[in-house]
């Protein structure tokens, strides 16, 4: 287990890190010998380095690894590389990550600060009905800098909502009123930016929309359309400041409402650890294979909806995919009538869809994104059916 910041492989300095690959592609003194022992026979990137040392899946964890090279070395025997890549196939990251101040699983079913208690939560999300049957709904969003925990022992150092990432998934019927008062905290300009229809005043995108540090801005705009949509900050540089953490789920419900279902937000992200334009670690809402440590519960037969938005940075595509089963799309959710039933849905970074599914038996379902290496550094999971 990676035990602090200053061990935490995907922070550790360029020559160490480079050091390292010659070290195991056998291009040093003492990498030689581990060459002939342990059967590495190439140079590492620094994204397989990260695997190497405890974060990988299907190339094995740190735990699995040791004991196996050290049977071999008792043995007298070289351990092929082809039987560490298949070592602890999907046994998630070495170690658990505190989920004392954000939990991946609470998060899934929590909407308009739902997860907060009564006297707390009013302080943050307040709702008014009004004579016309909607809503006036009013929400606290702060930005604030904090270092965040992605997967054991590795720290992040983000801008957040509210102190998480993603930040809290706002929810609306089509026709509330959603006012926002935004403070900005943190130490960067930052804005809210939502998709949606609303009036270009409250955009968010412009130089003059910046709100700066110390300052705040009333947001109010109506709820339309209905659909899956999500809200970020777009202060310059944008990819920077999504990347860092700056962005959440925003749902609008059809007046006359979905079918009853049990509802689960899931943002797909990734995080740049050593901010060099490409991410180390990938997630669905934050925590790598959080979920294969605690699968998400679903009940046989029962109506499941997930709300899936992708906000990856750097990589153009991500993707969702769901073992022995299919489920059915609604791209944006702006439509009723799914668009297509698949097992796999690739995305682009700011699309969304709803997915719908039952499933059919017991047991447990693996989920994870179909780019491989995004799966073993961290985005792959269970659903674990149960019998209603």
């Not at 200053?6 to 056998?26: D, F, L, T, Y």
Request: net charge negative; with cysteine.
């Amino acid at each position: 287990m990676l035990a602090d910041k200053k061990n935490c492989p995907a922070i550790i300095g360029k020559n160490e890190s480079r050091h390292m690959e010659k070290r195991m592609a056998g291009e040093t003194e003492e990498g030689r010998g581990e060459t002939a022992r342990f059967g590495w026979r190439d140079a590492l990137s620094r994204r397989r380095l990260v695997q190497w040392l405890g974060l990988g899946t299907a190339g094995g964890g740190l735990a699995s690894l040791a004991g196996l090279r050290a049977a071999a070395i008792a043995a007298d025997r070289p351990l092929s590389r082809e039987l560490e890549q298949h070592a602890a196939h999907a046994m998630g990251a070495v170690g658990r990550v505190d989920t004392t101040a954000f939990d991946p699983t609470r998060f899934l079913r929590s909407w308009n600060f739902s997860d907060r208690p009564a006297g707390e939560r009013e302080r943050f999300y307040r709702e008014t009905p009004r004579g016309d049957g909607t809503m006036l709904r009013e929400y606290e969003i702060f930005a604030v800098d904090r270092e965040i925990e992605i997967a054991p022992g590795v720290f992040f150092p983000a801008w957040t909502f509210n102190g998480q990432v993603p930040g809290p998934t706002l929810r609306a019927t089509e026709g509330d009123t959603v006012r926002i008062r935004f403070v900005n905290q943190g130490s960067h300009p930052h804005t809210l930016h939502f998709h949606g229809w609303h009036h270009p005043s409250m955009d968010g995108s412009l130089p003059e929309q910046q709100v700066m540090p110390g300052g705040e801005f009333l947001y109010e705009f109506e709820a339309e359309p209905y659909g899956l949509h999500h809200y970020h900050c777009h202060a310059a540089p944008l990819k920077r400041h999504i990347h860092k953490g700056l962005y959440g789920a925003f749902i609008v419900d059809p007046r006359a409402g979905r079918p009853a279902a049990d509802e689960l937000v899931m943002v797909m992200n990734g995080f740049d650890t050593n901010f060099d334009g490409d991410n180390e670690v990938y997630a669905v809402n934050t925590v790598a294979h959080h979920h294969m440590h605690e699968p998400i519960e679903v009940r046989v037969g029962e109506l499941v909806r997930v709300y899936l938005v992708n906000l990856t940075e750097f990589d153009p595509i991500n993707s969702f995919h769901l073992h022995a089963m299919f489920f059915d799309v609604f791209r944006t959710g702006t439509r009723l009538e799914t668009t297509e039933t698949t097992d796999t849905l690739m995305m682009s970074q700011g699309e969304r869809a709803i997915l719908e599914t039952r499933f059919r038996y017991p047991g447990d379902y693996m989920f994870h994104a179909h780019q491989s290496e995004f799966a073993e550094l961290g985005w792959m999971g269970f659903f674990r059916a149960v019998a209603s």
